[in-house]
């Protein structure tokens, strides 16, 4: 498997009119093949990644809590029962819309980012331009238009969370589509997914921990805005951090779009991976948007330095992601090292079995005896977060693989249309997500009967043990850690 380098920045000053950021390489570059990517863009273009995870981390934990909370909590509910229909229901049948009907808008976008001609490059004027937009759209999620139950806002919501979605993947795909093109070589691509895991995890932290804090204090509004600021000033810096890269990636795809989506709909390596990737991301994302309902529902009666699960949900919610990044940042480097000694496919494979073990054992915490609730319930959750680091550790550079073997195969790059067909696919799965939540919670979301909430986690694992299957037809090996990769002499100028 080989990549083909376009274009590539050389050593020395960056082209007139783009930031600075590059510089000479951290090491050597091997006889024949591509440049080390420098370290400290490495770093900038995985920082990157705090962003969408702040946004993305905050809206699974608290959008659905916003608008239907439970029905013992201390904040009203937003949205009514519609006829028979139960008001989580409703509200996860409106969010699901939202997200289909958004989600066919991927591929048209990454084909769009593909062949797109400006000085600038094929990717960076949808980051620039399109990110101010898409974190004043989280803010307006939390700002509906009735500040009682009414389904007016239940429009409300499928409206702007259509426009937030949309506007997620405009000035996002682009930004991930780059790294295929930054970074070359294996050793590069483990060492930016690494760092992209650790600002993940801070993102992640952001997003969790700091926005439960956030919303404790001072509601869910100032949380909003104060999560959306920290997600543009971080897009923003891997953005102008790797401009003078980012700038290079300037070879439109020539195929149109019929025969762009036919070629990568028929590279089996990527019909493996998506479903693992799929489902991994829906199980997740129904564990996410369990903690605070685990924390009014089976944690109620614990306490914690004075503070009380019945009366501090934000704390303890806190608190439980806390444990979740904990586990996430112990897991990382030992995930990076089976990778480099491994390959990438295998250490993802134990990620998914890890994660099938780990998610449905989350069923039992709290059940035994002469353990309080709490502890068992920070071992449980510490235990899930070791895995789940697999999710944010594989996906983009094993999207990156498939994108070279590709071009082997088709002689074009067709970054951003992988990354946006694996976006639509991912969506419109995980945009059951909130649904199979609601459904699975009417078994019971109450201290009196917490089985619903129980359930969450065997079913998220489930799903994950579903997309490990699908993934033992991937074949993609890693080339060896010596191995050059060939680059093509760039166009005359």
């Given amino acids: 498997m080989t990549a083909t380098p376009d274009n590539y920045p050389p050593d020395g000053p960056p082209p007139d009119g783009g930031p600075r950021g590059g510089g000479p390489?951290?090491?050597?570059?091997?006889?024949?093949g591509a440049p080390r990517l420098p370290r400290r863009i490495r770093l900038l273009y995985a920082s990157g990644s705090a962003a969408s995870n702040a946004l993305s981390q905050a809206f699974g934990l608290w959008l659905i809590y916003f608008y239907v909370p439970p029905d013992d909590a201390d904040i009203s509910a937003?949205?009514?029962?519609?006829?028979?229909?139960?008001?989580?229901?409703?509200?996860?049948?409106?969010?699901?819309?939202?997200?289909l009907v958004e989600a066919f808008d991927d591929p048209l976008i990454g084909y769009w980012s593909d062949r797109t001609r400006s000085r600038w490059g094929r990717r960076i004027p949808f980051v620039l331009l399109g990110t101010p937009w898409w974190v004043l759209s989280f803010v307006l999620l939390f700002t509906p238009p009735a500040a009682g139950s009414a389904g007016a806002n239940l429009i409300y919501l499928f409206l702007v969370a259509e426009i937030h979605f949309l506007l997620s993947n405009l000035a996002g795909a682009p930004m991930e589509a780059l790294l295929p093109h930054i970074a070359r070589r294996n050793e590069d691509r483990v060492s930016v997914a690494t760092w992209q895991v650790v600002f993940g995890v801070t993102g992640a932290a952001i997003g969790l921990s700091l926005s439960s804090l956030l919303q404790a204090l001072f509601g869910f509004q100032v949380m909003a805005i104060v999560i959306a600021a920290i997600a543009l000033g971080a897009r923003y810096l891997a953005l102008f951090g790797t401009w003078r890269y980012a700038r290079t990636d300037d070879r439109p795809s020539t195929p149109g779009f019929r025969v762009a989506v036919r070629q990568t709909l028929s590279n089996r390596p990527f019909l493996a991976f998506l479903p693992s990737f799929v489902l991994f991301q829906v199980g997740l994302q129904m564990l996410t948007a369990l903690l605070?309902?685990?924390?009014?529902a089976v944690l109620v009666g614990s306490s914690f330095l004075g503070?009380?699960?019945?009366?501090?949900?934000?704390?303890?919610?806190?608190?439980?992601?806390?444990?979740?990044?904990?586990?996430m940042l112990a897991a990382v480097p030992w995930f990076a090292r089976r990778a480099r000694r491994l390959g990438k496919a295998?250490?993802?494979?134990?990620?998914?079995i890890g994660a099938t073990v780990a998610f449905s054992s989350l069923f039992l915490a709290g059940f035994?005896?002469?353990?309080?609730?709490?502890?068992?319930?920070?071992?449980?959750?510490?235990?899930?977060?070791?895995?789940?680091?697999?999710?944010?550790l594989f996906p983009n550079i094993i999207t990156a693989d498939i994108v070279d073997y590709d071009q082997s195969r088709t002689a074009t790059r067709r970054e951003a249309m992988f990354y946006g067909t694996q976006n639509l696919l991912e969506k419109l799965a995980t945009a059951v997500s909130p649904l199979l939540f609601a459904l699975v919670?009417?078994?019971?979301?109450?201290?009196?009967?917490?089985?619903?909430?129980?359930?969450?986690?065997?079913?998220?694992g489930a799903l994950v043990l579903l997309g490990y299957l699908a993934f033992r037809r991937y074949t993609l090996d890693d080339p060896p850690p010596s191995e050059a990769r060939t680059p093509t002499p760039p166009p005359p100028s």
Avoid: C
């Fill in 441 to 460: 919670l009417l078994a019971g979301d109450s201290e009196a009967n917490p089985l619903g909430i129980r359930l969450v986690g065997p079913v998220a």
């Fill in 346 to 352: 295998n250490a993802y494979r134990v990620a998914m």
């Fill in 368 to 392: 035994i005896p002469g353990i309080p609730k709490l502890p068992q319930a920070v071992i449980g959750i510490f235990l899930a977060g070791l895995p789940t680091a697999g999710v944010f």
């Fill in 292 to 296: 605070p309902f685990y924390v009014d």
């Fill in 78 to 99: 937003r949205v009514p029962d519609i006829g028979p229909i139960d008001a989580r229901v409703a509200f996860g049948l409106v969010l699901t819309a939202a997200r």
């Fill in 25 to 32: 390489p951290d090491g050597p570059e091997e006889d024949g």
């Fill in 307 to 327: 503070f009380t699960g019945a009366e501090d949900e934000g704390i303890f919610t806190f608190l439980l992601t806390a444990v979740v990044i904990a586990g």
